[in-house]
């Protein structure tokens, strides 16, 4: 089970915390992604990390401002959000997918197994 939190309002060039527990297991046994779906469109990917935790990827839209890391001693991975801006808007989603498939730093949200309920984000002033 994954349990998102830290969505909120934000105004532009504002900034959030995003987090992502794990319950049952451990999240270093899979790899984890972060996706955001509009109203009436499928997820996308946002950003993920390896189960080793020394691989990231993210979509060309939010590097240099979002940052993927993972605490295990709390079993949840962040997603912290610099410089936000209205196109970030959307409910963000955390997924995991089995270390015992491969990763994609493309984080294709077709390959994650186990999803959360989400998490909204609205960036707006």
């Known amino acids: 089970r994954l349990v998102e939190s830290g969505g909120g309002l934000v105004q532009p060039g504002g900034s959030l915390r995003l987090s992502c527990r794990a319950s049952?297991?451990?999240?270093?046994?899979?790899?984890i992604g972060w996706f955001r779906q509009a109203p009436g469109k499928a997820p996308e990917g946002v950003s993920c990390l390896s189960s080793s935790g020394f691989s990231t990827g993210y979509a060309d839209a939010v590097k240099g401002r979002f940052t993927i890391s993972r605490n295990d001693a709390e079993n949840t991975v962040y997603l912290e959000m610099n410089n936000l801006e209205p196109g970030d808007t959307g409910v963000y989603l955390c997924a995991a997918r089995s270390y015992r498939y491969s990763w994609s730093e493309d984080c294709p949200p077709t390959e994650y197994q186990i999803w959360g309920q989400g998490t909204q984000v609205t960036v707006s002033s």
């Open positions: 049952g297991w451990t999240a270093d046994s899979y790899h």
